[in-house]
T-cell receptor, first 114, second 114 residues
């Protein structure tokens, strides 16, 4: 099993630029999550999908953030325009409904906005 | 509003010692309590988990102790090894069919000295 695949692994961008993070969940998983990790705030849930439908986006910090899941094998998290305070590690994770809450994380996308 | 409080933030233990990390929760609807382990540059990975119908679960050197009345649970790492040095997160979840979301504690950075 390939696990959750995220890209890019590292990105450095200038303030004001658009950033797109990509995720391929584990095949067959019903849930997909986007988390953000910072030293100050720890692991924060941004948004999650069930069967490609966004269920809860209350963790999305502001309108500059958007997430889509056009099909069961692909999701994007977009930041436009990016700001230095968006610098963080962004994790995508997926979960099969059958296991009751076990979440499998990708290796993360390290974003630096300068 | 942090629903899962984790302590300590950092912990240094000698090789062979016992590492203890504590978590407290507020929401009595939580029914699943996992611990995740995260190595530098990697995503968190499930280490061990417990449901509130048991007071203890042991897997190798790792044990979860659960106190439902006190709304607390803890991770004990016996015979701690340098390879256990990582960040540990406790988490809690409501029943998956009511919304499959994990709430994470703030994390504990464990260093095991050789």
């Amino acid at each position: 099993d390939a696990g959750v695949i995220q890209s890019p692994r590292h990105e450095v961008t200038e303030m004001g630029q658009e950033v797109t993070l990509r995720c391929k969940p584990i095949s067959g998983h019903d849930y997909l999550f986007w988390y953000r990790q910072t030293m100050m705030r720890g692991l924060e849930l941004l948004i999650y999908f069930n069967n490609n439908v966004p269920i809860d986006d209350s963790g999305m910090p502001e309108d500059r953030f958007s997430a889509k899941m056009p099909n069961a094998s692909f999701s994007t998290l977009k930041i436009q325009p990016s700001e230095p305070r968006d610098s963080a590690v962004y994790f995508c994770a997926s979960s099969p409904q059958s296991t009751g809450n076990t979440i499998y994380f990708g290796e993360g996308s390290w974003l630096t906005v300068v | 509003q942090q629903q899962v409080k984790q302590s300590p933030q950092s912990l240094i233990v000698q090789k062979g010692g016992i590492s203890i990390i504590n978590c407290a929760y507020e929401n009595t609807a939580f029914d699943y309590f996992p611990w995740y382990q995260q190595f530098p540059g990697k995503g968190p990975a499930l280490l061990i988990a417990i449901r509130p119908d048991v007071s203890e679960k042991k897997e190798g050197r790792f044990t979860i102790s659960f106190n439902k009345s006190a709304k607390q649970f803890s991770l004990h790492i016996m015979d701690s090894q340098p390879g256990d040095s990582a960040t540990y997160f406790c988490a809690a979840s409501i029943p998956w069919n009511a919304g499959n979301m994990l709430t994470f504690g703030g994390g504990t950075r464990l260093m095991v000295k050789p």
